[in-house]
Each structure stands twice: as structure tokens, then as C-alpha cells.
């Protein structure tokens, strides 16, 4: 099973990520009909293993890892162009050969094919990462949009819920998105519920989830 990054357990479509339970539970939005058979799983793995492969080589060599690891994905996508972590992964690539529209394109590409708003959060935090928060906050607010009407179908999991807050986050702040948690709470919310949200929203900053993403 693959390794599995910091907040990969909630964001496990934004940072690089194969542990297969995680994904089998985690990446169901809508639109996504991939069969996350052992071979989609195998392909992602060996794609993510030449990214991280590629972090302890010399230059030389890395950029031949990454470059490998991109045609792996490119050959992966013929057989399956649904499953959300082939574009993050391809993207991460990208970002790390300093190929920073290469990235955009591939994310852009995996939201055209998928329609997962995790992936415009993620160029949200691209351009965050590049100093460009106007336009950050662009993919921001589409990505909030999104996973609005996503979880208003009933048909998402707990990490959408998760990542929608994440996204408020970057919007908003974490003091104003707890306290609209908590506002929740107070509306008749389940108790639990927010208590969990929140609970994966306390311990992170907005400067976490931008430095943690694509190293």
C-alpha cells in the first residue's frame, strides 16, 4: 500500500495519497464511476512511489522520475480517465519538475473528466503556494460552490463534508469557519457532526495546508 502524507487521511484527493482503504472509502464524488479495481489502484501506486522516489535523487535523476511517472499516469488515463488521484498525482509531478501550468492543466483536465471540486481547491492552493491569492481565491470559492451542491445530492462522503470546511478556511479564516460550526450547532445540527468538523479543523492554519501540499 502506498505511503500516505501529512492530512492525506482527510485530504486525500489534494495530497499525493494511494493507501487503497483510504481511497475506496474516501473518493466516491459524483460523476466518478472508476471501478478502483487492483489495476487502477497498481498504476496509481507505482506513479506515486516515482514521486517520492524522485525527492531523495539528484536533480538529474529526479526530473527522469518525475518525467516517468507522468507517462505512467498518461498511459493510466487511457484505461480509466475517472479516478480523481491520477490528475493530483500527475500534477504533483508537474509541480515538482517547476512545470507550474503543466500542473494547472493537468487539475483543470481531472475536474473536466471528474467534476470532483477537491481538484479545484487544489489549484486554489496552487496559486496560493505561488503568491497569487486573487486568483486562489477564485478556485476557492467555485471549489465552495461545488461541494455545496454535492452534499445537497446526499451522495458524498465524510471527507467532502471535511474539505468543504477546509475550503471556508482558506476563504474565511478558521476562527470565522468554527464559528460558523458552531452557529450550526446551535441551528439543531447534530451535535457529533460538528464536533467532528471541527474537530479536523482546529489543529490546522491555512499556511499548513499550503506548505503541506505538493512536498
Given at each position: 500500500?502506498g ?10 484527493l489534494i495530497?499525493?495519497c494511494?493507501?487503497?482503504?483510504q ?5 466516491e464524488p459524483?460523476?466518478?464511476?472508476s471501478?478502483?479495481n ?14 517520492e ?20 499516469i498518461?498511459?493510466c488515463?487511457?484505461q480509466d480517465s475517472?479516478f480523481?488521484?491520477y ?32 481538484l479545484?481547491?487544489?489549484i486554489?492552493i ?17 471549489a465552495?460552490?461545488r ?6 445530492t ?22 470565522k ?5 458552531k ?10 457532526r460538528v464536533?467532528?468538523?471541527i ?17
Amino acid at each position: 500500500m502506498g505511503k500516505i502524507t501529512y492530512l492525506s487521511i482527510v485530504l486525500v484527493l489534494i495530497t499525493s495519497c494511494t493507501g487503497r482503504n483510504q481511497e475506496k472509502s474516501l473518493t466516491e464524488p459524483s460523476k466518478i464511476t472508476s471501478r478502483l479495481n487492483d489495476e487502477v489502484f497498481d498504476c496509481n501506486d507505482k506513479a506515486f512511489n516515482l514521486i517520492e522516489k524522485s525527492k531523495a535523487v539528484q536533480q538529474s535523476l529526479k526530473d527522469s522520475l518525475l518525467a516517468e511517472a507522468i507517462s505512467l499516469i498518461d498511459d493510466c488515463l487511457k484505461q480509466d480517465s475517472s479516478f480523481v488521484s491520477y490528475y493530483v498525482n500527475k500534477a504533483n509531478a508537474f509541480y515538482n519538475l517547476n512545470k507550474f501550468n503543466g500542473a494547472i492543466v493537468a487539475l483543470e483536465d481531472g475536474f473536466n473528466y471528474t467534476n470532483h471540486p477537491s481538484l479545484l481547491f487544489t489549484i486554489g492552493i496552487l496559486y496560493e503556494k505561488e503568491g497569487d491569492n486573487t486568483k486562489a481565491s477564485v478556485y476557492f470559492t467555485n471549489a465552495l460552490t461545488r461541494y455545496d451542491s454535492l452534499l445537497s445530492t446526499g451522495n458524498y462522503t465524510p471527507s467532502d463534508e471535511i474539505n468543504r470546511e477546509y475550503v471556508k478556511l482558506m476563504l474565511y479564516g478558521k476562527r470565522k469557519t468554527i464559528e460558523d460550526l458552531k452557529d450550526r450547532k446551535k441551528m439543531g445540527e447534530n451535535k457529533e457532526r460538528v464536533k467532528f468538523l471541527i474537530d479536523a479543523i482546529e489543529p490546522l492554519t491555512k499556511d499548513q495546508i499550503i506548505s503541506s501540499t505538493f512536498n
